[in-house]
């Protein structure tokens, strides 16, 4: 059988939401980033010229949060891992992740995958995405692209994508002016100081430094 081609980093990523347009007023505010669409069609998201996220609206019986899309892939299509954490692949140049361009303001900088099933998701994640382990983290071309850990964010599995904010307190801050919580404040073993969140949705994500590096 023919090795996955690695996918090499993030497209983008997803967040399925019951309230499309006030996520995009939440992680506009919170981000900066520059945001068009439509509340019925979803909205892109942009830094720059990178495209950050897509937020679609939840359609019904759709499981809400954060998807990762992962690029560079041989195939397109949507995986469903242990744990039911999903993602999809694609094929093209990754936008964010070790071989992309530095992470800046609003982009992702790094990955975890929260896990209950640490050898299921081994077993699948590297051998489906062309991956290779190394400890807790998995590399794609030899460098680290995310952490595995076996802490849930509440009471869901699934991945917490993290992204490069300027001060990780004044944005922790800004997020919860403009109706989220803090989920966690932790030490993070790749990132340093982070802030986990939940946007006004609930959807669940990490602020980290912006040190214009993957992984920190």
Not at 152 to 171: F, I, N, S
């Amino acid at each position: 059988m023919p090795q996955p081609t690695a996918a090499r980093g993030l497209r983008r990523a997803e967040l399925i939401t019951t309230d499309p347009e006030g996520a995009a007023l939440f992680h506009q505010n919170l981000l900066g980033w520059r945001i068009w669409g439509t509340a019925a069609a979803g909205f892109e998201c942009w830094v720059g010229e990178r495209h950050c996220a897509s937020l679609r609206p939840a359609t019904h019986g759709a499981r809400t949060g954060w998807r990762l899309v992962f690029a560079g892939a041989r195939h397109e299509g949507d995986l469903v891992g242990p744990d039911e954490i999903t993602a999809r692949m694609v094929t093209g140049r990754a936008q964010h992740g070790p071989w992309a361009p530095g992470p800046r303001r609003g982009e992702p900088c790094w990955v975890d995958l929260r896990t209950g099933a640490a050898q299921r998701s081994d077993a699948f994640w590297p051998s489906t995405l062309g991956w290779t382990i190394e400890g807790d983290r998995y590399l794609t071309g030899g460098r680290p692209l995310l952490s595995r850990c076996g802490q849930p964010m509440g009471r869901r599995w699934d991945w917490v994508c993290h992204y490069a904010t300027e001060d990780v307190d004044l944005a922790a801050d800004r997020a919860v002016a403009c109706g989220g919580r803090i989920v966690d404040g932790l030490d993070h073993p790749v990132l340093g100081e982070v802030v986990v969140i939940a946007d006004p949705q609930g959807a669940v994500y990490g602020l980290a430094a912006d040190t214009g590096r993957w992984g920190g």
